[in-house]
Protein backbone atom coordinates (compact mmCIF):
# COMPACT_ATOMS: atom_id res chain seq x y z
CA UNK A 1 0.00 0.00 0.00
CA UNK A 2 1.49 3.24 -0.76
CA UNK A 3 0.30 7.06 -0.46
CA UNK A 4 0.94 10.43 -0.94
CA UNK A 5 0.28 13.94 1.95
CA UNK A 6 0.64 16.99 0.27
CA UNK A 7 0.45 19.89 3.25
CA UNK A 8 -1.34 22.76 1.90
CA UNK A 9 -3.95 22.56 -1.71
CA UNK A 10 -2.75 26.67 -2.00
CA UNK A 11 0.79 28.04 -1.45
CA UNK A 12 1.12 31.96 -1.95
CA UNK A 13 4.65 33.31 -2.00
CA UNK A 14 6.38 36.50 -3.01
CA UNK A 15 8.35 36.81 -6.39
CA UNK A 16 11.91 36.07 -5.56
CA UNK A 17 11.17 34.30 -2.27
CA UNK A 18 11.75 30.51 -1.10
CA UNK A 19 9.27 28.13 -2.46
CA UNK A 20 8.61 25.10 -0.74
CA UNK A 21 6.20 22.56 -1.24
CA UNK A 22 5.87 19.38 1.40
CA UNK A 23 5.07 16.33 0.05
CA UNK A 24 4.92 13.08 2.73
CA UNK A 25 4.61 9.76 1.52
CA UNK A 26 3.70 5.71 2.96
CA UNK A 27 5.29 2.98 1.28
CA UNK A 28 5.41 -0.55 2.33
CA UNK A 29 8.45 -0.88 -0.34
CA UNK A 30 11.73 1.28 -1.53
CA UNK A 31 9.46 4.28 -3.15
CA UNK A 32 10.22 5.97 -6.27
CA UNK A 33 9.40 9.47 -5.92
CA UNK A 34 8.11 12.00 -8.40
CA UNK A 35 6.89 15.85 -8.45
CA UNK A 36 5.19 16.38 -11.43
CA UNK A 37 4.10 20.41 -12.49
CA UNK A 38 0.81 21.24 -14.26
CA UNK A 39 -0.07 24.55 -15.76
CA UNK A 40 -3.63 26.04 -16.71
CA UNK A 41 -5.18 23.57 -19.27
CA UNK A 42 -1.99 21.49 -20.08
CA UNK A 43 -1.21 17.84 -18.86
CA UNK A 44 1.34 16.88 -16.54
CA UNK A 45 5.12 17.52 -16.91
CA UNK A 46 8.29 15.43 -15.23
CA UNK A 47 9.85 18.47 -12.89
CA UNK A 48 12.28 16.05 -11.18
CA UNK A 49 11.90 11.96 -9.89
CA UNK A 50 14.00 9.95 -7.10
CA UNK A 51 14.89 6.44 -7.60
CA UNK A 52 17.17 5.46 -4.90
CA UNK A 53 20.29 7.29 -6.28
CA UNK A 54 20.93 10.49 -4.60
CA UNK A 55 19.12 11.96 -2.09
CA UNK A 56 19.25 15.49 -3.24
CA UNK A 57 17.55 15.63 -6.72
CA UNK A 58 17.93 17.94 -9.45
CA UNK A 59 15.14 18.80 -11.78
CA UNK A 60 14.03 21.31 -14.42
CA UNK A 61 13.28 25.06 -13.37
CA UNK A 62 15.57 25.76 -10.57
CA UNK A 63 13.43 23.36 -8.37
CA UNK A 64 15.28 20.22 -6.34
CA UNK A 65 14.01 17.72 -3.90
CA UNK A 66 15.80 15.80 -0.95
CA UNK A 67 14.96 12.36 -0.22
CA UNK A 68 14.54 12.03 3.34
CA UNK A 69 13.53 8.44 4.65
CA UNK A 70 13.51 8.89 8.44
CA UNK A 71 11.10 11.40 7.82
CA UNK A 72 9.40 10.14 4.84
CA UNK A 73 9.31 13.00 3.03
CA UNK A 74 10.29 14.50 -0.12
CA UNK A 75 9.87 18.29 -0.01
CA UNK A 76 10.21 20.08 -3.27
CA UNK A 77 12.14 23.78 -3.07
CA UNK A 78 13.34 26.66 -5.23
CA UNK A 79 15.20 29.49 -3.40
CA UNK A 80 14.09 32.68 -5.39
CA UNK A 81 10.37 32.16 -6.63
CA UNK A 82 9.57 33.60 -10.71
CA UNK A 83 6.01 34.44 -11.48
CA UNK A 84 6.47 31.46 -14.15
CA UNK A 85 6.69 28.84 -11.49
CA UNK A 86 2.56 29.60 -10.58
CA UNK A 87 1.08 26.28 -11.32
CA UNK A 88 -0.26 23.25 -9.82
CA UNK A 89 2.29 20.51 -8.40
CA UNK A 90 2.07 16.81 -7.46
CA UNK A 91 3.70 14.82 -5.52
CA UNK A 92 3.49 10.95 -6.54
CA UNK A 93 5.41 7.75 -5.16
CA UNK A 94 5.58 4.01 -6.78
CA UNK A 95 6.95 0.97 -5.81
CA UNK A 96 10.27 0.28 -7.20
CA UNK A 97 10.86 -3.01 -9.97
CA UNK A 98 8.72 -3.86 -12.72
CA UNK A 99 5.54 -2.64 -13.47
CA UNK A 100 4.38 -0.31 -10.18
CA UNK A 101 0.99 1.54 -9.75
CA UNK A 102 1.62 5.20 -9.01
CA UNK A 103 -0.31 7.02 -6.72
CA UNK A 104 -0.63 10.81 -7.04
CA UNK A 105 -1.46 13.39 -4.06
CA UNK A 106 -4.12 15.52 -4.53
CA UNK A 107 -1.90 18.97 -5.72
CA UNK A 108 -0.89 22.50 -4.59
CA UNK A 109 -1.41 25.49 -6.16
CA UNK A 110 1.55 27.95 -6.19
CA UNK A 111 0.75 31.58 -6.41
CA UNK A 112 3.54 33.93 -7.34
CA UNK A 113 2.73 37.73 -6.29
CA UNK A 114 4.63 39.94 -7.59
CA UNK B 1 8.24 12.49 -31.15
CA UNK B 2 4.45 13.45 -30.72
CA UNK B 3 4.38 11.91 -27.38
CA UNK B 4 1.43 11.56 -25.98
CA UNK B 5 -1.63 12.58 -28.09
CA UNK B 6 -5.12 12.81 -27.27
CA UNK B 7 -8.56 13.29 -28.83
CA UNK B 8 -10.81 15.33 -28.86
CA UNK B 9 -9.82 18.17 -26.22
CA UNK B 10 -13.04 19.53 -25.91
CA UNK B 11 -16.44 17.44 -25.91
CA UNK B 12 -19.81 18.10 -24.79
CA UNK B 13 -22.25 15.06 -24.60
CA UNK B 14 -25.85 14.90 -23.47
CA UNK B 15 -26.53 12.34 -20.67
CA UNK B 16 -27.04 8.91 -22.16
CA UNK B 17 -24.45 9.81 -25.34
CA UNK B 18 -21.73 7.53 -25.59
CA UNK B 19 -18.30 8.52 -26.81
CA UNK B 20 -14.79 6.99 -27.02
CA UNK B 21 -11.96 8.90 -26.17
CA UNK B 22 -8.78 8.05 -27.96
CA UNK B 23 -4.79 8.24 -27.15
CA UNK B 24 -1.94 7.06 -28.81
CA UNK B 25 1.90 7.24 -27.74
CA UNK B 26 4.65 7.05 -29.85
CA UNK B 27 7.74 6.41 -27.43
CA UNK B 28 7.34 2.43 -27.79
CA UNK B 29 5.92 1.85 -23.91
CA UNK B 30 4.79 -0.47 -22.66
CA UNK B 31 2.25 0.79 -20.11
CA UNK B 32 -0.84 3.10 -20.60
CA UNK B 33 -3.15 4.62 -18.00
CA UNK B 34 -6.49 6.99 -17.91
CA UNK B 35 -6.92 9.27 -14.95
CA UNK B 36 -9.66 11.75 -14.28
CA UNK B 37 -8.77 14.78 -12.70
CA UNK B 38 -11.24 16.84 -10.39
CA UNK B 39 -11.24 20.04 -8.48
CA UNK B 40 -9.89 18.84 -5.38
CA UNK B 41 -9.47 15.31 -6.08
CA UNK B 42 -5.95 15.20 -7.79
CA UNK B 43 -5.61 12.77 -9.96
CA UNK B 44 -7.67 9.48 -10.06
CA UNK B 45 -6.79 6.33 -11.79
CA UNK B 46 -9.55 4.77 -14.12
CA UNK B 47 -8.10 2.52 -16.17
CA UNK B 48 -4.53 1.19 -16.78
CA UNK B 49 -3.11 -1.45 -19.00
CA UNK B 50 0.51 -2.55 -17.50
CA UNK B 51 1.38 -4.18 -21.02
CA UNK B 52 0.09 -4.93 -24.42
CA UNK B 53 -2.98 -7.37 -24.01
CA UNK B 54 -3.77 -6.75 -20.39
CA UNK B 55 -6.47 -4.21 -18.91
CA UNK B 56 -7.27 -3.52 -14.77
CA UNK B 57 -9.29 -1.47 -13.10
CA UNK B 58 -8.08 1.98 -11.14
CA UNK B 59 -9.54 3.11 -8.30
CA UNK B 60 -12.61 4.89 -10.05
CA UNK B 61 -13.51 2.09 -13.06
CA UNK B 62 -17.66 2.01 -12.63
CA UNK B 63 -18.85 3.91 -16.32
CA UNK B 64 -16.06 3.38 -17.77
CA UNK B 65 -14.56 0.57 -20.33
CA UNK B 66 -11.38 0.62 -22.11
CA UNK B 67 -9.29 -1.03 -24.87
CA UNK B 68 -5.67 -2.41 -25.87
CA UNK B 69 -5.95 -1.73 -29.26
CA UNK B 70 -2.15 -2.29 -29.79
CA UNK B 71 0.86 -1.30 -28.41
CA UNK B 72 0.47 2.61 -29.36
CA UNK B 73 -3.59 3.01 -28.64
CA UNK B 74 -5.15 3.11 -25.05
CA UNK B 75 -8.75 4.11 -25.55
CA UNK B 76 -11.29 4.47 -23.05
CA UNK B 77 -15.22 4.48 -23.52
CA UNK B 78 -17.87 5.94 -22.26
CA UNK B 79 -21.11 3.90 -23.02
CA UNK B 80 -23.49 5.89 -21.36
CA UNK B 81 -22.68 9.39 -19.91
CA UNK B 82 -23.85 10.77 -16.64
CA UNK B 83 -23.02 14.37 -15.20
CA UNK B 84 -20.55 13.01 -12.46
CA UNK B 85 -18.31 11.88 -14.97
CA UNK B 86 -18.23 15.83 -16.26
CA UNK B 87 -14.29 15.71 -15.52
CA UNK B 88 -10.60 16.49 -17.36
CA UNK B 89 -9.65 13.57 -19.11
CA UNK B 90 -5.42 12.43 -19.06
CA UNK B 91 -3.71 9.34 -21.04
CA UNK B 92 -0.53 8.76 -19.84
CA UNK B 93 2.58 6.02 -20.56
CA UNK B 94 5.23 4.64 -19.58
CA UNK B 95 8.26 2.11 -19.51
CA UNK B 96 8.67 0.74 -15.92
CA UNK B 97 10.57 -2.22 -17.22
CA UNK B 98 13.56 0.09 -17.90
CA UNK B 99 16.18 0.48 -15.10
CA UNK B 100 15.89 3.84 -13.95
CA UNK B 101 12.54 5.04 -15.72
CA UNK B 102 9.27 4.57 -14.36
CA UNK B 103 7.82 8.24 -14.82
CA UNK B 104 5.06 8.67 -16.50
CA UNK B 105 4.26 11.11 -19.43
CA UNK B 106 1.01 12.87 -20.21
CA UNK B 107 -1.30 13.86 -23.03
CA UNK B 108 -2.97 17.35 -23.51
CA UNK B 109 -6.45 16.02 -21.72
CA UNK B 110 -9.61 15.93 -22.82
CA UNK B 111 -12.06 18.32 -21.20
CA UNK B 112 -15.58 16.86 -20.76
CA UNK B 113 -18.65 18.53 -19.97
CA UNK B 114 -21.96 15.95 -19.59
CA UNK B 115 -25.06 18.20 -19.42
Known amino acids: AQSVTQLGSHVSVSEGALVLLRCNYSSSVPPYLFWYVQYPNQGLQLLLK??????LVKGINGFEAEFKKSETSFHLTKPSAHMSDAAEYFCAVSGSGGYQKVTFGIGTKLQVIP | NAGVTQTPKFQVLKTGQSMTLQCAQD?????MYWYRQDPGMGLRLIYY???????DKGEVPNGYNVSRLNKREFSLRLESAAPSQTSVYFCASSEPYRQGSYEQYFGPGTRLTVT
Open chain 1, 50 to 55: YTSAAT
Open chain 2, 27 to 31: MNHNS
Open chain 2, 49 to 55: SASEGTT
